[in-house]
């Protein structure tokens, strides 16, 4: 398994921004990918994006396209989500997965970051 674990998460005033990394404990480049999901109170969890670790493919979900940017560090086995334009429906808890054969399986997981708009 690989172990994932998110930092970067806080709160911000409608409108700002932030970036959430994802750090893993092996080396992911070009092998799987990678994704980031949130999940409010009371909500189901919802895909926010994902990329492949090794070519430069990535998807969005509706809700975060073209506010939301992911980024992998090749070589460093991070992966960043940057967040632009927040708005309050944004506030939930932020989690990194991934999916070593890119089938929308994702096996691991990590404990998730708070992120809080107002």
């Known amino acids: 398994h690989v172990q994932l674990v998110e930092s970067g998460g806080g709160s911000v005033q409608s409108g700002g921004s932030l970036t959430l990394t994802c750090s893993s404990s092996?080396?992911?480049?070009?092998?799987?990918?990678m994704g980031w999901f949130r999940q409010a109170p009371g909500k189901e969890r919802e895909f926010i994006a994902s990329?492949?670790?090794?070519?430069?493919?990535?998807y969005y979900g509706d809700s975060v396209n073209g506010r939301f940017t992911i980024h992998l560090d090749h070589g460093k086995n991070k992966i960043s989500l940057q967040m632009d334009n927040l708005q309050s429906e944004d506030t939930a808890m932020y989690y990194c997965a991934y999916d070593p054969h890119c089938l929308s399986s994702w096996y691991d997981w990590g404990q998730g970051t708070q992120v809080t708009v107002s």
């Open positions: 990329q492949f670790t090794g070519a430069g493919t990535k």
């Open positions: 092996v080396n992911i480049d070009n092998f799987g990918c």
